[in-house]
């Protein structure tokens, strides 16, 4: 089971964090990422923000470097995602997601949350 918690409201340049447990995924046996889903744009698909690989490196979208932070917490099997100076087109649905690989989109991710919505007002 993968649960997403952590999302709500803020203003733009605040800051979130998104937890997400996942308590049979963790370990470096797989790949954890979250991805985000914008209202309206369903044609586009979920995009995937940050993610940790098998090998423990991490990867982060080009839009959310330096104000994203992806770490995980493998004794209490939790994947966080800090969210700092957040803006307004940050506004989604997100979702945490694992995978036995690390692809950038969401084929291959075999496990998927039901999503926190982050709603960020300006």
């Known amino acids: 089971q993968v649960v997403e918690s952590g999302g709500g409201s803020v203003q733009a340049g605040g800051s979130q964090r998104l937890s997400c447990a996942a308590s049979?995924?963790?370990?470096?046996?797989?790949?954890m990422g979250w991805f985000r889903q914008v209202a309206g744009k369903e044609d586009k698909g979920r995009e995937r923000?940050?993610?940790?690989?098998?090998?423990?490196?991490?990867w982060y979208a080009d839009d959310v470097k330096g104000r994203f932070t992806i770490s995980q917490d493998n004794d209490k099997n939790t994947l966080y995602l800090q969210m700092n100076n957040l803006k307004p087109e940050d506004t989604a649905t997100y979702y945490c997601?694992?995978?036995?690989?690390?692809?950038?989109?969401?084929?291959?991710?075999?496990?998927w949350g039901q999503g926190t919505q982050v709603t960020v007002s300006s």
């Open positions: 049979e995924y963790t370990g470096s046996s797989y790949c």
């Open positions: 997601a694992i995978s036995p690989m690390c692809p950038i989109t969401t084929m291959g991710y075999n496990y």
């Open positions: 923000v940050a993610a940790i690989d098998i090998d423990a490196s991490i």
